[in-house]
């Protein structure tokens, strides 16, 4: 449990996490609402796994809604509505990427810019209005999901690790623009998680990658739930402009 007060967990700090119909989001969601947020669940879609962990948490603890985040114009309009329909946001994560594979020298132009769209431009300009409410409030906190691929490298992945590598700069230098208002700013970096996005890995694969990292196994999806969680804790009040990796070792 984070050291939320009283008032916040009567009415619970309100927290958006992107991507939150599945995998690590879904994850995020139902820890964050564990913990005493009140969490707005964004993705295209819901999902059964979603609907369970709402029905879980509670009334009023997780609310999805549902969101094109490749739709730029209209972010301005959905921060608006998370805020008419559920009061000031405390606390973003950007979570919600594609995670396309291809080698850049076939991969289509159109794909190299759905990646570049989907997971730098939108967090971006998510984050740009969500933040504006926390700068007033004199407090808040975004937690921005990149991955350690930004730092290794992996074949047939540039385009994303360019995406991901994107977040890392922007949580730096974002963090030295709105600390002054009390907003931290950080990253995650997980490694290799079974999610719906790394289905295509096969088992000798993922044998390979939990055998190279120093615990031998892999993360998982509730290892980088508590670290956002974390992050979103008074606990992490001093601690902005990082970046946590969560990879059982496999960068050690
Ligand atoms: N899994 C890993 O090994 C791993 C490792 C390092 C970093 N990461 C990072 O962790 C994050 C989550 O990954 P994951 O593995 O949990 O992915 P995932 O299982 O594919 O889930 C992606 C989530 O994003 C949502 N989403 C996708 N496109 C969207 C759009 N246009 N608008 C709104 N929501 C959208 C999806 O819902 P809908 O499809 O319904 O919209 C879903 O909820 C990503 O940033 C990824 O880069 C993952």
Do not use: C, W
């Amino acid at each position: 449990m984070s050291d939320v007060s009283k008032d916040d967990l009567k009415t619970g700090r309100l927290v958006v996490v992107t991507g939150a119909s599945r995998g690590l989001g879904l994850s995020m969601a139902q820890t964050l609402a564990g913990d005493g947020f009140r969490v707005v669940a964004l993705a295209r879609r819901p999902s059964e796994a979603l609907e369970a962990a709402q029905n879980a948490a509670g009334p009023g603890r997780i609310a999805f809604m549902a969101a094109d985040l490749g739709e730029i114009d209209a972010l301005q309009p959905l921060a608006q509505k998370i805020r008419a329909a559920h009061g000031p946001v405390y606390g973003l994560v950007n979570n919600a990427a594609l995670g396309t594979p291809g080698l850049l020298t076939t991969m289509p132009a159109s794909k190299i810019a759905e990646l570049v769209h989907l997971n730098t431009l939108a967090p971006m300009v998510l984050t740009k209005y969500l933040a504006r409410g926390m700068m007033t409030a004199g407090a808040g906190r975004i937690v921005n999901v990149s991955s350690i691929i930004a730092f290794t490298g992996y074949n047939a992945l540039s385009v994303y690790a360019a995406t991901k590598a994107s977040m890392i700069g922007f949580t730096k230098s974002l963090a030295r623009e709105v600390g002054r208002l009390g907003v931290t700013v950080n990253a995650v970096a997980p490694g290799f998680i079974e999610t719906a996005m790394t289905g295509e890995m096969d088992e000798a694969e993922r044998g390979r990658v939990a055998n190279r990292s120093a615990l031998k196994r892999l993360a998982e999806p509730q290892d980088v739930a508590d670290a956002v969680a974390y992050l979103m804790s008074d606990r992490a009040r001093n601690v902005t402009g990082t970046v946590l990796t969560i990879d059982a070792g496999s960068t050690a």
